[in-house]
């Protein structure tokens, strides 16, 4: 059975945040989406590779798919969820697999920590370099 089936995805972020503060607000949702999960329960998203997938549904098929980052996809029970995965496949062959809803957001909330952490590392290394002298 089909769990939330779609969640919109958010409005456009703010055209005047930094790099650092989009990724705030991305590891924010995730962190939102990760305590609002029923423990009680595991729920799956399909994934091709890396990329997410929030598909469109009429009745119990699945008729159209989108890369989304995890929080946005498409949430099923397991055996739904494998059942649609056997029957996907990209234009490069590859094969849809599921994916626990709580693993794939702590998947992605490391990668964003890692990149506001290469960022802000980043960004103290060029404060601390020397002005140039025109």
């Known amino acids: ?54 598909f469109v549904m009429e009745g119990r098929k699945a008729k159209q798919a989108t890369t989304v980052p995890a929080q946005w996809a498409t949430r099923f ?13 990209n234009a490069k062959g590859e094969i849809a697999h599921i994916v626990p809803l709580a693993a794939a957001l702590n998947i992605e909330l490391t990668k964003k920590n890692t990149a506001l952490l290469r960022l802000e590392q980043a960004i103290s290394v060029i404060q601390w370099m020397p002005k140039s002298r025109s």
Do not use: C, W, Y
């Not at 939330?4 to 703010?14: E, L, R, W, Y």
């Not at 029970?77 to 496949?89: F, G, N, P, T, V």
């Open 1 to 54: 059975m089909m769990k939330n089936a779609v969640h919109p995805a958010p409005s456009n972020q703010d055209a005047d945040m930094t790099p650092a503060e989009e990724l705030r607000q991305q590891i924010a949702d995730i962190e939102a989406a990760k305590s609002a999960l029923d423990q009680r329960t595991t729920q799956f998203i399909v994934m091709i590779g890396e990329a997410a997938l929030q």
């Open 77 to 89: 029970a397991e055996e739904d969820a494998q059942m649609i995965a056997r029957a996907i496949k």
